[in-house]
């Protein structure tokens, strides 16, 4: 089973992720994408980042509906910080009927040359790309393991949810709707 790994801190996810998600479904040959919750590094106090499992709840929420798409805690459990090759190699271990393909945007791709055994995992898993815009042709384009989507992008950040929640305004279609309704019942991200 071809299974997608989008990562992020999704504080909170919104629907610029879930666009991208599903495009590598709809045009990748995955038949799961999982949406994979990174965990507060207790090394870097982050103020304006939720709690784990208050994000990973709305990631829940997010894609209850879609069973092609499912959130991951991971990482959770994993030391941090926490490598990509290493939870690579953790997931190929724990789940060996499926193959793990990484999600990532142009501008990742060109500074993948800064992870840790970055060239084991362009040896050893395949990459889908969307581009992002202004981005120039990636660096590692043409590696065989690379594979290159035209995604539609939403010009949406977690930043502007997270600045619209302490302005009082609605966040309303930029993040599903359980997921609004939840905010909406909930101060999260207000102070
Ligand atoms: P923040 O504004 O807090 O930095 P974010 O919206 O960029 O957050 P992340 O959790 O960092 O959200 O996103 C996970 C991944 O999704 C990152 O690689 C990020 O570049 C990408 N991403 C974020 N927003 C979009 C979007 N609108 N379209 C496509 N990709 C996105």
């Not at 359980?178 to 102070?191: A, I």
């Given at each position: 089973?071809?299974?997608?790994?989008?990562?992020?801190?999704?504080?909170?996810?919104?629907?610029?992720?879930?666009?991208?998600?599903?495009?590598?479904?709809?045009?990748?040959?995955?038949?799961?994408?999982?949406?994979?919750?990174?965990?507060?590094?207790?090394?870097?106090?982050?103020?304006?980042?939720?709690?784990?499992?208050?994000?990973?709840?709305?990631?829940?929420?997010?894609?209850?509906?879609?069973?092609?798409?499912?959130?991951?805690?991971?990482?959770?459990?994993?030391?941090?910080?926490?490598?990509?090759?290493?939870?690579?190699?953790?997931?190929?271990?724990?789940?060996?009927?499926?193959?793990?393909?990484?999600?990532?945007?142009?501008?990742?791709?060109?500074?993948?040359?800064?992870?840790?055994?970055?060239?084991?995992?362009?040896?050893?898993?395949?990459?889908?790309?969307?581009?992002?815009?202004?981005?120039?042709?990636?660096?590692?384009?043409?590696?065989?393991?690379?594979?290159?989507?035209?995604?539609?992008?939403?010009?949406?950040?977690?930043?502007?949810?997270?600045?619209?929640?302490k302005e009082g305004k609605s966040v309303r279609y930029l993040v599903p709707d359980?997921?609004?309704?939840?905010?909406?019942?909930?101060?999260?991200?207000?102070?």
């Open positions: 089973m071809q299974t997608g790994l989008f990562f992020g801190s999704f504080n909170p996810i919104h629907i610029g992720h879930l666009i991208i998600a599903n495009h590598m479904v709809e045009y990748g040959d995955l038949t799961q994408v999982w949406m994979v919750v990174s965990p507060h590094n207790p090394l870097k106090p982050k103020k304006t980042l939720a709690r784990d499992f208050d994000r990973l709840h709305l990631v829940r929420l997010a894609v209850e509906d879609n069973s092609n798409l499912r959130a991951s805690n991971v990482e959770f459990d994993l030391p941090q910080p926490s490598y990509t090759v290493d939870t690579l190699a953790y997931l190929a271990d724990k789940f060996p009927e499926r193959k793990f393909t990484l999600i990532m945007g142009g501008d990742n791709l060109a500074s993948l040359h800064k992870w840790k055994n970055y060239e084991q995992i362009l040896e050893h898993y395949p990459i889908y790309v969307y581009q992002r815009p202004g981005a120039e042709k990636p660096v590692f384009g043409a590696h065989p393991n690379v594979r290159i989507f035209e995604a539609p992008l939403l010009h949406i950040s977690a930043t502007y949810i997270r600045q619209a929640r359980p997921v609004f309704e939840y905010l909406d019942g909930s101060d999260m991200y207000k102070k």
